[in-house]
């Protein structure tokens, strides 16, 4: 008896490279509005596979699956001191833990992606989980 195909031509597909999980995250960050992009100034995006040893370290993680996403830089309340410039804010998004997460999940990965991108720059800010959550579902 003939099974019929149900993977949705899975079969043949990798799992996405760090070049196409950072295009989807750049993507996701070109679509926040404005103000909310504004207010990160020219925060670089970055997609690594894991973070290194220096920031499990320092965040006392468990395993490197234990952190999504980094932001790194200045907040708001920082920008306009007189400590010498350190360069732009950057936010991680660490590859092999969001498709950890997104195996484990019923979610769709750019979905993880833009909330990973929109909680690290959120809670870097000062927003609220309801600020991030209506960034998030605008139409809620």
Aim: aromatic share 8%.
């Amino acid at each position: 008896m003939a099974i019929k195909d149900q993977s949705g031509d899975w079969a043949g597909r990798f799992s996405p490279s760090l070049i196409q999980m950072e295009s989807l995250a750049l993507e996701a960050f070109a679509h926040l509005p404005e103000e909310f992009r504004m207010l990160c100034g020219d925060v670089v995006i970055k997609m690594l596979d894991f973070p290194d040893d220096s920031i499990i370290e320092d965040l006392g993680l468990d395993t490197p699956f234990d952190i999504l996403g980094l932001f790194e830089g200045s907040g708001i309340g920082e920008r306009f001191t007189l400590k010498p410039n350190e360069g732009p804010s950057r936010i991680t998004l660490f590859r092999r833990a969001i498709l950890d997460y997104w195996a484990e999940n019923d979610e769709i990965l750019g979905d993880i992606i833009t909330h990973v991108l929109i909680h690290e720059i959120g809670h870097h800010f000062g927003l609220s989980d309801d600020d991030m959550d209506a960034l998030e579902n605008p139409l809620s």
